[in-house]
Nanobody, 119 residues
Framework: QVQLVESGGGLVQAGGSLRLSCAAS????????MGWYRQAPGKLRELVTT???????TYADSVKGRFTISRDNAKNTVYLQMNSLKPEDTAVYYC?????????????WGQGTQVTVSS
């Protein structure tokens, strides 16, 4: 079985910073893509950022220049450094990973971590 465990959410004032972590564990062959999504109350889940094993990153326009994704392939862990946080960043943040356990892949999600930014 595979698990994604997130940590690092919390309450912060606008302009502050938080760092999220997501570690994948279990029977894993390789993880081509890891990333973060978020879902605010009453809204659809949206992509925040992704990081491929080869080092390619993508960011939503709303977080470019403020958020930075990084990855430790040896630890199967992805991080999200969030700076200059705004109230509109308030959401539950979910880690997602595309994982090969054998020759086929599946998408796995973390349990979510709450990020609340006060004005």
């Amino acid at each position: 079985q595979v698990q994604l465990v997130e940590s690092g959410g919390g309450l912060v004032q606008a302009g502050g910073s938080l760092r999220l972590s997501c570690a994948a564990s279990g029977s894993i062959f390789t993880i081509p893509v890891m990333g973060w999504y978020r879902q605010a109350p009453g809204k659809l889940r949206e992509l925040v950022t992704t990081f491929t094993r080869g080092g390619t990153t993508t960011y939503a326009d709303s977080v470019k220049g403020r958020f930075t994704i990084s990855r430790d392939n040896a630890k199967n862990t992805v991080y999200l450094q969030m700076n200059s946080l705004k109230p509109e960043d308030t959401a539950v943040y979910y880690c997602k990973a595309t994982i090969y356990r054998t020759i086929t892949s599946n998408d796995y999600w973390g349990q979510g971590t709450q990020v609340t930014v006060s004005s």
